[in-house]
């Protein structure tokens, strides 16, 4: 089945990197979409959300093309059918989905649906009726649950989504440290004998980085070497810029931090200058302190920044190499382990929370409050020494 859709999404190019837009079917831009989507710039969205959200926005203004319907005269039902369609792959399309058809995901479903939402909500904002009735108020009842931070929200109480779609969460997929291990060995290993490393110095570096700092891949594929202070006598630290300006168009979602590092992992970073200086960077590279850290040498213009999608390819090849690692692996799992292993070593999730560049605590709760409870529980197992101690006590 092929869809057609009459509303196209569309990259354009800025002096502050590539963004997306909507098209119609006259290829002019959809202003209602595109004065959202500027909010989002605006806003310092990243621009994989603002990617992600014009996805869902093309896809709702196919919706109401093949219906014929304005944008701004909709209701909770005609969401309720575009939420419908997403479910089956059949957003503007008349004919109905073969048998078996794979459906999209529940979690791309909810994205696409939240991009919707947050459309009409920005309207409503702005003044368009029908944009609030896609939201309701809600106030706290006495002896109700309250979320956390709920007694800074409007004493008029809290606007709501009427359509949510929930997803089942899979829990954090994270790596055992022995498969961390297993992939930074098969990249690089030392040899004693020519007194050199042997194979992919800046993998080793970069997983290792991932593992002990837990940055994202764009955060650490943008650092420069003025961005490591490399320890002299104090304990070594990364400082995480939020310098807009890269190549590839790779920001720092969390802005600035700094982030302190042991000392094996500088000594590594130090063995990855001497082997960029070896190689000739030294005498290349015009202005040292703006060059990247990880950087291109075998593909792609010597020196120069590598790409996500380069470090994405790589581990796919490494995955064949290292029977170990998870096929659905991906380099944010070393984000996840690094949390799973901070809470689990007992750091206070305020602590973790700064250290991963969250803007809210609550960020941090939601995502791996499972970790401290399973590990809480996992206490009550012994019961009867539970028992004892109750009873000695008495």
């Known amino acids: 089945m092929q869809e057609e859709y009459v509303a196209f999404k569309q990259r354009v190019a800025t002096s502050d990197g590539p963004t997306w837009t909507v098209l119609g079917a006259d290829y002019r831009v959809v202003q209602p979409i595109e004065r959202y989507l500027e909010h989002l710039r605006s806003t310092?969205?990243?621009p994989n959300t603002v990617e992600s959200y014009a996805k869902g926005l093309e896809l709702w203004w196919t919706f109401l093309d093949a219906r014929g319907q304005s944008w701004d005269r909709v209701g909770v039902a005609d969401v309720g059918t575009f939420l419908g369609q997403l479910r089956c792959g059949a957003v503007g399309v008349s004919v109905v989905p073969s048998i078996g058809a794979i459906a999209p995901a529940e979690s791309t479903i909810a994205v696409r649906v939240r991009a919707v939402m947050g459309f009409y909500r920005y309207h409503a904002e702005a003044g368009v009726d029908?944009?609030?009735q896609l939201y309701e108020t809600v106030r706290s009842r006495p002896g109700s649950?309250?979320?956390f931070l709920e007694h800074i929200a409007r004493r008029d109480g809290r606007r709501r989504s009427r359509i949510r779609v929930r997803t089942r969460s899979r829990g954090i997929p994270v790596l055992?440290?022995?498969?961390?291990a297993a992939l930074r060995q098969a990249e690089a290993r030392w040899d004693p004998a020519s007194g050199t490393w042997i194979g992919e110095l800046r993998y080793r570096l970069l997983w290792a980085l991932l593992e002990e700092t837990g940055l994202r891949l764009g955060e650490a594929l943008r650092l420069q070497h003025r961005d490591w202070k490399t320890g002299t006598g104090d304990t070594a630290l990364i400082e995480v810029s939020d310098r807009p300006a890269h190549p590839h168009g790779l920001r720092a979602k969390s802005g600035y931090r700094r982030i302190h590092v042991g000392a094996e992992l500088d000594r590594l970073y130090g063995e990855w200058v001497w082997a960029?200086?070896?190689a000739g960077a030294d005498v290349e590279v015009e202005d040292w302190d703006r060059f990247y850290v990880f950087c291109n040498l075998h593909r792609g213009p010597r020196f120069g920044a590598m790409r996500p999608e380069s470090v994405y390819r790589h581990l796919a090849t490494m995955k064949r190499r290292v029977p170990?690692?998870?096929e659905?692996?991906?380099p944010h799992w070393f984000r996840h382990t690094h949390a799973t292993a901070l809470l689990l070593a007992g750091t206070p999730m305020h602590v973790v929370s700064r250290r991963l560049g969250h803007a809210d605590v609550q960020t941090t709760i939601n995502t791996?409050?499972?970790v401290t409870e399973d590990a809480e529980l996992r206490t009550c197992a012994d019961w009867q020494a539970i028992t004892q101690a109750w009873g000695g006590a008495r």
């Open 44 to 46: 310092d969205h990243s």
């Open 130 to 132: 029908v944009a609030g």
């Open 145 to 147: 649950y309250l979320p």
């Open 176 to 180: 055992r440290p022995e498969q961390a």
């Open 276 to 278: 960029l200086c070896e």
């Open 324 to 326: 170990d690692l998870p």
């Open 328 to 330: 659905s692996m991906t």
């Open 368 to 370: 791996y409050a499972h």
